[in-house]
């Protein structure tokens, strides 16, 4: 059965303090893996996509990267704005229904 | 350019009655799909539709029909309220499915079943 788990399920942080979010998947033929960044009260907001082993992918203070088995979200020097909830998903090769994680919450503390 | 459009913002519904919550893009895409979101729980997929014309079930469509007469329109309706269907509904929408998933969300419908 596919499946997309992230951890933590909650994430706070000190202003300046990196970290990683993580994503593991068990998505038959994937076809891409998708993270997004959700406000609250918002929808979902597309960040990055990621296709195959190795790529990586940097926005701001963001930077996605993949494996086999996992995608990492890492934030450098987080500010308090980069509070949200983040979310990936996996598309499997098989149809075109996108498998959501619960998604990770970050706090970033001034 | 809106994007994704919702309407209502927020709904209170008593139990057994029906509402269609709106969804409209005008980014020309072909893909458009309703998920619910539910505290510490994934966005489920509810029902998607390929084209005008052509809809189909998601991982929970039971309580829930759509029919898409247009591009540009995606209406899903509650036929029976039930508490259970407490939750955040968003309408997505995305270009043809396997040249591009990106899928880009509207602001959401907060609805409240009692």
């Known amino acids: 059965e596919d499946q997309v788990t992230q951890s933590p399920e909650a994430l706070r942080l000190q202003e300046g303090e990196s970290s990683s979010l993580n994503c593991s998947y068990t998505?038959?033929?994937?076809?891409?893996l998708f993270w997004y960044r959700q406000d609250p009260g918002k929808g979902p907001e597309f960040l990055f996509t990621?296709?195959?082993?190795?790529e990586e992918k940097e926005k701001e203070r963001l930077k996605a990267t993949l494996t086999k088995k996992e995608s990492f979200l890492h934030i450098t020097a987080p500010k308090p704005e980069d509070s949200a909830t983040y979310l990936c998903?996996?598309?499997?090769?098989?149809?075109?229904?996108?498998?959501w994680g619960a998604g990770t919450k970050l706090i970033i503390k001034p | 350019n809106a994007g994704v459009t919702q309407t209502p913002k927020f709904q209170v519904l008593k139990t057994g009655q029906s509402m269609t919550l709106q969804c409209a893009q005008d980014m020309n895409h072909e893909y458009m799909s309703w998920y619910r979101q539910d505290p510490g729980m994934g966005l489920r997929l509810i029902h998607y539709s390929v084209g005008a014309g052509i809809t189909d079930q998601g991982e929970v469509p039971n309580g829930y029909n759509v029919s898409r007469s247009t591009t540009e329109d995606f209406p899903l309706r509650l036929l029976s309220a039930a508490p259970s269907q407490t939750s955040v509904y968003f309408c997505?929408?995305?270009?043809?499915?396997?040249?591009?998933?990106?899928?880009?969300f509207g602001p959401g419908t907060r609805l409240t079943v009692l």
């Open positions: 990621l296709y195959s082993a190795g």
């Open positions: 997505a929408s995305s270009a043809v499915p396997g040249q591009s998933d990106t899928q880009y």
């Open positions: 998903a996996g598309a499997p090769v098989s149809n075109y229904q996108l498998i």
């Open positions: 998505v038959s033929g994937l076809r891409g």
